[in-house]
């Protein structure tokens, strides 16, 4: 089994008109486990924003602008990180805010997600075994594993090296992690940039997924849904989310927001007619 062991730096996307956060540092583990046999290769890069880094982030980080002047874009350091692998890899991390953070950015800077087989939750795990409510952070999971935090916080690097730590744990402690795994399809499913289960269990679309559906709206506002839904560029959108265009649930979702959209728009449009001067 390969797994790649992962946790990043980022900025705050609510603030940057593509409003997403933008991944700043990189640092993973590869680790490849035969038997009872393992090997960690280790990788770390600042990467190169869009734009710039926001003052809270630099004084948290301790990211300079000089650090990611002349780093490697996301897109570009995923194509070199993709050559040290030889087969796809199971991608890990200590709470999902790190999957979503690479999804979106595959997303925004069209970068391959093609290698990643499953996904692994090692906060999901740590909660279940020691029978918490409330997520720990990664400090807190390393101490009920008899471990303490090593080296700096809020830094990519020394989080994966403690990340790792952790993994090792639970990996001796379970003689098999694959129920925690899941596979490619559950992954796209469960963490869809687009649209998702809510707590409820009811397909919601998402915050990124209401930017991504509102630019095309207004690129077609004189269009009915009908047409937008049938565009090239909304067919290329539900690609790239691993939506089938023939799964009536999604599509459903999708055409009920266009429709709220329209509704809106019908509405402020009539109401301008009748505003009095």
Same mark, same amino acid.
């Given at each position: 089994?390969?797994? @790649?062991?992962?946790?990043?730096?980022?900025?705050?996307?609510?603030?940057?008109?593509?409003?997403?956060?933008?991944?700043?540092?990189?640092?993973?583990?590869?680790?490849?486990?035969?038997?009872?046999?393992?090997?960690?290769?280790?990788?770390?890069?600042?990467?190169?924003?869009?734009?710039?880094?926001?003052?809270?982030?630099?004084?948290?980080?301790?990211?300079?602008? %000089? @650090?990611?002047?002349?780093?490697?874009?996301?897109? /570009?350091?995923?194509?070199?990180?993709?050559?040290?692998?030889?087969?796809?890899?199971?991608?890990?991390?200590?709470?999902?805010?790190?999957?979503?953070?690479?999804?979106?950015?595959?997303?925004?800077?069209?970068?391959?997600?093609?290698?990643?087989?499953?996904?692994?939750?090692?906060?999901?795990?740590?909660?279940?075994?020691?029978?918490?409510?409330?997520?720990?952070?990664?400090?807190?999971?390393?101490?009920?594993?008899? @471990?303490?935090?090593?080296?700096?916080?809020?830094? /990519?690097?020394?989080?994966?090296?403690?990340?790792?730590?952790?993994?090792?744990?639970? %990996?001796?402690?379970?003689?098999?992690? %694959?129920?925690?795994?899941?596979?490619?399809?559950?992954?796209?499913?469960?963490?869809?940039?687009?649209?998702?289960?809510?707590?409820?269990?009811?397909?919601?679309?998402?915050?990124?997924?209401?930017?991504?559906?509102?630019?095309?709206?207004?690129?077609?506002?004189?269009?009915?849904?009908?047409?937008?839904?049938?565009?090239?560029?909304?067919?290329?959108?539900?690609?790239?989310?691993?939506? %089938?265009?023939?799964?009536?649930?999604?599509?459903?979702?999708?055409?009920?927001?266009?429709?709220?959209?329209?509704?809106?728009?019908?509405?402020?449009?009539?109401?301008?007619?009748?505003?009095?001067?």
């Amino acid at each position: 089994m390969i797994y @790649l062991i992962v946790d990043f730096e980022a900025n705050m996307g609510h603030l940057y008109p593509n409003g997403i956060d933008e991944i700043i540092q990189f640092s993973s583990g590869l680790y490849e486990k035969s038997g009872t046999n393992s090997r960690i290769n280790y990788f770390n890069s600042y990467i190169k924003p869009q734009f710039g880094i926001q003052k809270p982030i630099r004084e948290l980080t301790g990211i300079t602008l %000089d @650090l990611v002047r002349d780093a490697p874009d996301f897109q /570009a350091y995923v194509s070199r990180l993709q050559n040290n692998f030889y087969e796809s890899v199971i991608f890990v991390s200590f709470s999902s805010h790190d999957i979503c953070y690479f999804l979106e950015n595959a997303l925004k800077y069209k970068a391959s997600t093609r290698w990643i087989k499953g996904y692994m939750d090692l906060q999901e795990i740590v909660m279940y075994d020691c029978h918490l409510d409330q997520q720990p952070s990664l400090k807190k999971a390393l101490s009920l594993f008899g @471990l303490e935090f090593v080296g700096k916080q809020h830094n /990519a690097y020394y989080d994966v090296l403690n990340t790792i730590r952790l993994f090792r744990r639970i %990996d001796n402690k379970y003689p098999s992690l %694959d129920r925690w795994v899941y596979d490619r399809k559950e992954l796209l499913r469960k963490f869809n940039l687009l649209i998702r289960y809510d707590r409820e269990g009811h397909l919601i679309v998402t915050k990124s997924g209401k930017k991504i559906l509102k630019k095309v709206f207004f690129h077609y506002k004189h269009r009915d849904v009908n047409f937008i839904l049938n565009t090239g560029t909304m067919k290329k959108i539900l690609e790239q989310n691993f939506i %089938d265009r023939h799964d009536k649930q999604y599509i459903k979702v999708v055409r009920n927001y266009f429709e709220n959209l329209l509704f809106k728009q019908e509405t402020n449009r009539f109401r301008g007619r009748f505003r009095v001067h």
